[in-house]
Structures are given as structure tokens and as C-alpha cells.
T-cell receptor, first 113, second 109 residues
Framework: DGGITQSPKYLFRKEGQNVTLSCEQN?????MYWYRQDPGQGLRLIYY???????QKGDIAEGYSVSREKKESFPLTVTSAQKNPTAFYLC????????????FGQGTRLTVV | LAKTTQPISMDSYEGQEVNITCSHN???????ITWYQQFPSQGPRFIIQ???TKVTNEVASLFIPADRKSSTLSLPRVSLSDTAVYYC??????????FGRGTSLIVHP
């Protein structure tokens, strides 16, 4: 079964702690993306990666970090520097360029307690 | 990057046809128009994509006029399960999917 998997589905974090969200895809896609969604809002781009060992900041990268050591994996770390981390986080992948379709995971809902 | 504008919300009733229009006045020659659907607490799902005229699949139709400055997503005979947020995107060479607030469609019994 080809697809994109995010884990965990729900995550609770204490203030001041870093937390890492997992994203794995077996679609052989070059590009991967992380978005944040707040209630009633659209998706905002955090980071994206076009190729292994390379990634670029999106519109709201402050307080987040990523790595792309393998084509299949694009983990997102929410650091203690992110002042308002409670949100719904979505990972996506696609072929790079042109009119390609993006495939999304089911999301991780992060709550700071 | 072409900016898109679509209504924030729409209401409909079961069995009706729903048309959601998106304007994208500065669309570039090599851009495509793509629509996604998102249910609560899920990731968006691709619905349909087109370049010009009309595209139809098992879920929806997409109408694009000759000037390509707007597009209309048409959902035939909606049901309660079509209640979702619908996003219009314009995608081109440097393909970074950019999502606005979308249109929240509520289908009533």
C-alpha cells in the first residue's frame, strides 16, 4: 500500500520541551512538505524539501527544525522556541515540479500542556 | 505566485448542485488549477485539476474559461458527506502547494 504516514496522531508536550513529529512516505516522491493548521484557518507552510539532504524554510519556520537524511523520511521537530505550538500538523509529499498532485498524511494534533 | 480568492463559506442542501468559484487573475501560462477537499482532522485530498475548458471525473467537474482568470468547481447532487473545506490552488513550475483559507461547504439535510 503506497502512502504517507504521520505519527503519532495525538501528542502532548510540556512547555519547554522539544518534540519530534514523524513523517514517512513510500511513494518515491522527491518533495516533502510540513504545514501547520490552526482552527478555521488554511494551511501554512513550515518547511519543504525538494531532495535528500536539502530543505528550505517556508512562511513560518521560526521555532521549528527538520532533516531529510532519507528520501522516505522528513521529521519535524517543534522546539521550545516555538511560542504557540498547539496546532494540527500536516505532512505531504509530491513529485517535484509542474502540475503534480500532493498526497497528505492524516496529521498530528499537538497540544502543549 | 498566483493569488487565489474564493468564498469563505457556502451552504447547500442534499441533492443540489454546488458551484464554488475561484478567481486567480494573475495566473501564469504554465500554471494549472487544482482543487483539494479537506474533512475535519484529516489531511487535504486531491479532487481535480485542469488547465483550460472543462475537466470531469467521478467526483466533480472543473470549468475554466478561455482567459483562465477564474475557475468553477462543480459538485453534482451533493450529500451530507460532501460537507468539507474546498481549496483552490494555482500550481506551476516551482511547485510548492500554497493553501488559502478555502471555502467551507455545509450541506444540510
Amino acid at each position: 500500500d503506497g502512502g504517507i504516514t504521520q505519527s503519532p496522531k495525538y501528542l502532548f508536550r510540556k512547555e519547554g520541551q522539544n518534540v519530534t513529529l514523524s513523517c514517512e512516505q513510500n511513494l518515491n516522491h522527491d518533495a516533502m512538505y510540513w504545514y501547520r493548521q490552526d482552527p478555521g484557518q488554511g494551511l501554512r507552510l513550515i518547511y519543504y524539501s525538494q531532495i535528500v539532504n536539502d530543505f528550505q524554510k517556508g512562511d513560518i519556520a521560526e521555532g521549528y527544525s527538520v532533516s531529510r537524511e532519507k528520501k522516505e523520511s522528513f521529521p519535524l521537530t517543534v522546539t521550545s522556541a516555538q511560542k504557540n505550538p498547539t496546532a494540527f500538523y500536516l505532512c505531504a509529499s509530491s513529485s517535484w515540479g509542474g502540475n503534480t498532485e500532493a498526497f497528505f498524511g492524516q496529521g498530528t494534533r499537538l497540544t502543549v500542556v | 505566485l498566483a493569488k487565489t480568492t474564493q468564498p469563505i463559506s457556502m451552504d447547500s442542501y442534499e441533492g443540489q448542485e454546488v458551484n464554488i468559484t475561484c478567481s486567480h487573475n494573475n495566473i501564469a501560462t504554465n500554471d494549472y488549477i487544482t482543487w483539494y477537499q479537506q474533512f475535519p482532522s484529516q489531511g487535504p485530498r486531491f479532487i481535480i485539476q485542469g488547465y483550460k475548458t472543462k475537466v470531469t471525473n467521478e467526483v466533480a467537474s472543473l470549468f475554466i474559461p478561455a482567459d483562465r482568470k477564474s475557475s468553477t468547481l462543480s459538485l453534482p447532487r451533493v450529500s451530507l458527506s460532501d460537507t468539507a473545506v474546498y481549496y483552490c490552488l494555482v500550481v506551476g513550475g516551482s511547485y510548492i502547494p500554497t493553501f488559502g483559507r478555502g471555502t467551507s461547504l455545509i450541506v444540510h439535510p
